[in-house]
């Protein structure tokens, strides 16, 4: 404070009764508001004295009404820090300790409500306070803060309560890092709670709790998944299964679903599927419709992956009737999120527009970034489908800040549209830059190599094919999946090797590679007069329609630098994205026999 400040306010202080002075430290102690009974408790003084201290304060101008009845405050913030000023340090510990005892006797019945003025008092006790009795109050501070959606004043407590919680107190330290760890989720610090997930887990493990091992095990994998880190994921799956042991559990069901939401991305449609059967049939069979819930959400995830997506949709909207009757608004706002984007690519927009607003809102509330990332990327399409550059634009910087803020891998989707837009207007730098971008941060997934093939197409369209065919060459090679030791986890739990799912489709990548010779030479593919994508289709060898599996996707770029993009997908997209992409168009899914007339329309 200031020393004129202070000279100032002692002189006004000096002009009171000291009884009244008496009060008004006592009050300080609790900050710039207090409870006024509870200032009377800690000062030791009967009621016609209270009132009378606090009359001379507020003549004074140094009290004012608070918001609810029987609270006070100072004036200003200064005051109090004033009056504290001149204690000493055992004095101003002795007057926290009096006034957390006031309030445990004043709300006895209700010590949760105050559980945060509580740890604030006894943690400014010193040797004074009750170390047990503080962690347990930050602890319930830390809980109804993150319940608030406090979600920064939860981190501080639980941090709080770390560095004060006994040495020996392994299951107290245990639960305080997972509380810990859903609260820096929800601040975005993604990477630091996966961190403290992991300590929880060994703490649990240490002390052989079951069911925390599966509560916790399972919001691991499903948080590593979400950071791509597949392998990790797997890992911590099997090692929480293991743990688990043959128990026929919710917790199991939920472990084995995020497991194959894992094992989905790594591209093995049948493992991951076979996976979800189980994991369906253990929560049926325990009767356990939360858990059930859980699994289908992790399944409308991996319909996604594999283009099932009228069926990702029907689950999804099934998961979310019991997350919303169990107010599990984080669950729902991401599988919702995930039910908007998979329906958007089925060209409706039903979902967007009676979940979008509220599902987002209800994300951006909880910190949760998957969720927000989803239906920003399902706006963004939107936008390009219509060739609303704007709007692109302003998307775009939104997913990357997304992405970044929660160490998403996938915020790569900002960049492709911020390189499509500035390839509609002619940037041609700018969108080279992008997709570039892209291509580097685009994370090993079965889907893989959207950015590989959007950066070779706007290498085409400059008439740069020599680096168009190296790009090709040398992306066909890459394995964009996770190497070698890359294992997954079957139905059974056990460890089973999916490199068969690493090699790219031979007739695509030849079909391509031809196309791309015959465009060789040619000065540029903008002009007006340029042959078709399908005219140069019909010279390559074998050219027949061969089905895609999995589903359609609109196109993502428009023919010509400058135009507005179509939403019909044109041979050069499919057949560039089926190149790069492991496992080739889908081909870990199940063949698909007969194609819906709107989707064979729009191949042709």
């Not at 299964?241 to 679903?257: C, H, M, N, Q």
């Not at 449609?269 to 289908?296: I, K, M, N, P, S």
């Not at 019991?322 to 984080?330: H, P, V």
């Not at 997913?399 to 390189?419: A, F, K, S």
Request: one cysteine or more; proline letters at 4%.
């Amino acid at each position: 404070m200031p020393e004129s400040i202070r000279l100032v306010l002692g002189q006004r202080l000096d002009r009171l009764t000291a009884s009244t002075r008496n009060v008004l430290v006592a009050a300080a102690v609790s900050g710039r508001m207090f409870d006024s009974d509870v200032v009377g408790a800690v000062a030791g003084v009967d009621q016609d004295a209270l009132v009378h201290a606090i009359d001379e304060a507020e003549r004074a101008h140094l009290l004012m009404p608070g918001r609810v009845p029987g609270e006070l405050m100072f004036v200003h913030e200064l005051i109090p820090q004033a009056l504290l000023s001149g204690l000493s340090s055992v004095k101003r510990e002795r007057l926290h300790l009096k006034a957390a005892n006031a309030i445990s006797q004043r709300y006895s019945d209700d010590l949760e409500a105050h559980a945060a003025d509580l740890a604030h008092h006894l943690s400014h006790a010193g040797g004074f306070g009750d170390r047990a009795s503080l962690v347990r109050y930050l602890m319930i501070a830390g809980d109804r803060a993150f319940e608030a959606a406090a979600f920064y004043d939860a981190v501080g407590h639980f941090e709080h309560a770390l560095s004060v919680i006994p040495a020996g107190d392994q299951r107290g330290r245990a639960q305080l890092l997972e509380r810990l760890a859903m609260a820096l989720r929800s601040v975005g610090r993604w990477d630091d709670a996966l961190q403290r997930m992991n300590e929880a887990l060994d703490g649990y493990q240490a002390l052989n709790e079951v069911e925390a091992i599966g509560r916790l095990g399972w919001a691991m994998v499903y948080q590593l998944t979400w950071s791509a880190r597949l392998v990790e994921g797997v890992q911590i799956g099997q090692r929480t299964l293991a743990a688990l042991g043959d128990t026929v559990s919710a917790d199991r069901a939920r472990v084995l679903s995020a497991l194959g939401w894992a094992i989905s991305i790594s591209g093995d449609y049948a493992a991951a599927t076979a996976t979800f059967d189980q994991a369906r049939a253990l929560a049926r069979q325990v009767g356990d419709e939360r858990a059930l819930a859980d699994v289908l959400h992790m399944q409308t995830i991996h319909h996604l992956s594999f283009g099932e997506f009228a069926e990702g949709v029907q689950v999804g909207l099934k998961a979310a009737v019991t997350f919303e009757r169990d107010s599990a608004l984080w669950d729902l706002c991401s599988v919702q999120a995930f039910v908007i984007y998979e329906d958007g690519t089925l060209g409706s927009r039903e979902q967007a527009i009676s979940l979008g607003d509220k599902t987002l809102a209800t994300a951006e509330r909880l910190g949760h970034l998957g969720a927000i990332f989803m239906v920003l990327s399902d706006r963004i399409r939107e936008a390009a489908m219509l060739g609303d550059l704007p709007q692109v634009e302003a998307l775009g910087p939104q997913i990357l800040d997304t992405g970044e803020r929660g160490g998403l891998p996938w915020r790569y989707v900002g960049n492709i549209y911020l390189g499509l837009a500035a390839h509609w207007r002619g940037n041609t730098e700018r969108a080279e830059a992008e997709l570039r971008k892209a291509m580097e941060l685009e994370p090993p997934a079965a889907f893989a190599g959207q950015s590989a093939s959007l950066l070779a197409r706007h290498l085409a369209y400059l008439g740069r094919t020599e680096e168009v065919i190296e790009l090709f060459e040398s992306a066909r090679s890459l394995d964009r999946l996770p190497g070698p030791e890359r294992s997954t986890v079957s139905a059974h739990g056990t460890a089973c090797s999916a490199s068969s799912r690493r090699s790219t489709c031979a007739d695509c990548t030849s079909r391509l590679l031809h196309c791309l010779r015959l465009w060789n030479g040619r000065s540029s593919l903008a002009g007006d007069g340029s042959p078709s994508t399908a005219g140069w289709l019909r010279r390559a060898p074998d050219s027949s329609p061969q089905p895609i599996t999995g589903g359609t996707k609109p196109n993502v770029i428009s023919p010509l630098p400058g135009r507005p993009p179509s939403r019909c997908p044109t041979g050069w997209s499919w057949l560039t994205y089926a190149a790069w992409r492991p496992g080739c168009c889908w081909t870990a899914a199940p063949p698909v026999t007969t194609c819906s007339p709107r989707s064979c329309s729009r191949m042709r």
